[in-house]
């Protein structure tokens, strides 16, 4: 049960990442060059659209890139 | 020690592995003497007696600088979170010194992944152990893993079906470093997932322990990354911890993996498995991996003492059928 549960989390990881760490990174890295994000979004909403999915195709990928 | 036997009879079994053991049916000496590379055993025997008593010379010596190395850089990767989050050091500063803690931080670890620094046993032997914890920890590989998936290495070195660095090979450096970030993909068996699964394979107390330090540091690496960034330092954590450690992890593949092994296929003889090369980076930069072979053939010659162990051994190696002619 536990082991299983831990090994769900480690697949999901990549996903995780994109939301914990990527969407966040692109929304300071915004500011810390001043720059908006477009369509009028926030810098997080924005990291988050990037961050998201990206984690996402890496988790069915297995893959970054 | 834990590397496996080592000892004379050991090596001379090995090494006459492929030597007839009853008298040739044709014309041939009753008692076949040659060996695969034309020695006698005799010669052998002469060699290997030189070969160690050269040797002998260079293993152990002063050892506490790679003790000040990896606490006292652990104490300052540490430090520099508060202080790039303060302000107080510039993150281009604080990302060239993480990666180089990152990258160094396997150098003493390793030494202690032989128990150079403490043998098991000695009372000293505790400051071994914790070099080797706090050492890798920067790049988020645990000590036990660490020690545990080296010592496979030396043991089967270039095996493909049991070396864990195997997956490391590449036909050139250029490949060799893609293939240290496509290895750490997240659906790739290399690197650290390939480690993880012959763990689970071992099935032994030791590598269930590992298992399971990996498990919680990697998510306390996850952990630590996702709250600095959701609080606002995200800069600094991919500078100061997740950037190093790639970097850190990538060159210590190249260097300590690929460079001194390629080729692997079919090299898996005792003077065959490591290579010696020159370094475009020179010594010190490659991480003394130009002579890693002293290190394969004796691993208690610290990390340091290679070059000047290598030097020493030269001639005999030369014999032996070790291609000298790099350094």
């Given at each position: 049960m536990g082991q299983a549960a831990v090994k769900g989390l480690f697949r999901w990881m990549p996903f995780l990442f994109g939301i914990g760490f990527i969407a966040p990174l692109i929304a300071q890295s915004l500011a810390w060059w001043d720059i908006s994000a477009p369509f009028g979004m926030s810098r997080i909403a924005f990291g988050l659209l990037i961050g998201a999915p990206w984690g996402l195709y890496a988790v069915l990928r297995g893959r970054w890139i | 020690m834990a590397d496996g036997p080592i000892g004379e009879a050991h090596v001379l079994d090995r090494d006459f592995a492929?030597?007839?053991?009853f008298a040739p049916?044709?014309?041939?000496?009753?008692i076949p003497l040659a060996g695969p590379d034309g020695f006698d055993r005799h010669v052998r025997r002469d060699l290997r007696k030189q070969e160690q008593a050269i040797a002998r010379q260079f293993m152990?010596?002063?050892?506490w600088p790679y003790v000040v190395a990896a606490w006292g850089g652990f104490a300052l990767w540490v430090s520099l979170f508060p202080l790039t989050m303060l302000g107080i050091v510039p993150l281009w500063l604080a990302f060239v010194v993480s990666c180089v803690l990152a990258t160094g931080g396997y150098v003493t670890s390793h030494e202690a992944m032989h128990s150079n620094i403490a043998r098991p046993?000695?009372?000293?032997r505790w400051i071994n152990e914790w070099v080797g914890q706090v050492s890798t920890i920067p790049i988020v590989f645990p000590f036990s893993m660490a020690r545990l998936m080296h010592l496979e290495h030396h043991y089967?070195?270039?095996?493909?079906?049991?070396?864990?660095?195997?997956?490391?090979?590449?036909?050139?450096a250029l490949m060799a470093w893609y293939k240290t970030w496509y290895n750490?993909?997240?659906?790739?068996?290399?690197s650290i997932h390939a480690y993880k699964r012959i763990l689970q394979q071992m099935g032994t107390p030791e590598a269930a322990r590992s298992l399971k330090e990996t498990m919680w540091l990697q998510l306390f690496f996850m952990a630590a990354l996702f709250t600095m960034a959701w609080t606002g330092y995200a800069i600094e954590a991919a500078l100061v911890w997740w950037l190093p450690r790639h970097i850190g992890l990538s060159y210590i593949r190249f260097y300590l993996s690929w460079a001194p092994h390629h080729?692997?296929?079919?090299?898996?003889g005792r003077y065959e498995n490591t290579y010696v090369f020159k370094s475009r980076l020179g010594h010190v930069m490659s991480m003394?991996?130009?002579?890693?072979i002293v290190h394969h053939l004796y691993?208690?010659?610290p990390n340091h003492r290679t070059r000047a162990a290598y030097f020493a051994l030269k001639p005999v190696l030369e014999q032996r059928g070790v291609d000298i002619t790099k350094l």
């Open positions: - | 492929g030597v007839e053991a049916a044709t014309d041939r000496p009753a152990g010596g002063t050892m046993g000695s009372r000293y089967h070195c270039n095996d493909p079906q049991k070396d864990p660095d195997y997956n490391d090979e590449a036909p050139n750490r993909q997240p659906g790739v068996d290399g080729p692997r296929a079919g090299k898996t003394c991996m130009q002579t890693h691993p208690n010659i």
